[in-house]
């Protein structure tokens, strides 16, 4: 009898050891993951930051280089692009096209602000000026929010990855989360001079 008994504490105390290592681990994975989502979300609070100044701009050089018309209009279609698209963050193709669209709506703000070499007028605006200020803010901003949106993906793959954490997350349904690429040229100083 008393040999039953020992195999009933053993058993139990598996368990509850057993219980207490998934939920530590699943817990942990839950939070690292949300960890990822808050830091996509403060990328895209950025983007939509830069979006949000892009009528702003677009009017202002609107009413100084009027005949840019094809400029002005592949900055509003860019946009649109911009505002049209979400990502999960477990999906690489997902954020292969967010990057993208961000890319082309970052290609048509540069060709804008060359249009605006040739205006004079327009550059010494204030109005244009301070929109120019908040636009370079805003891109510092998201390059920032990106590199800490990459930290707690590498932070968050590298749990996943670990032995024996890849049998959890794969038990309990734990995707890796694909990283923000840099842009093709991006690593290249551009030579802006206003």
Known sequence: MKKSV???IIIAAVLVLGYFM??????????????VQTAWSQVENQYQRRVDLVPNLVSTVKGSASHERETLQSVTEARTKATQTSVNVHDAEQMAQFQEVQSQLGSALSRLLVVVESYPDLKASQNFVSLQTQLEGTENRIATERMRYNESVRDYNIYLRQFPNN???GMFGFEKAALFEMD?????VPDVQF
């Open 6 to 8: 020992y195999i009933w």
């Open 184 to 188: 093709e040229g991006a690593g290249e």
């Open 167 to 169: 049998l959890f997350a």
């Open 22 to 35: 998934f939920k530590g681990k699943y817990n942990t994975m839950v939070a690292k993951d949300e960890s």
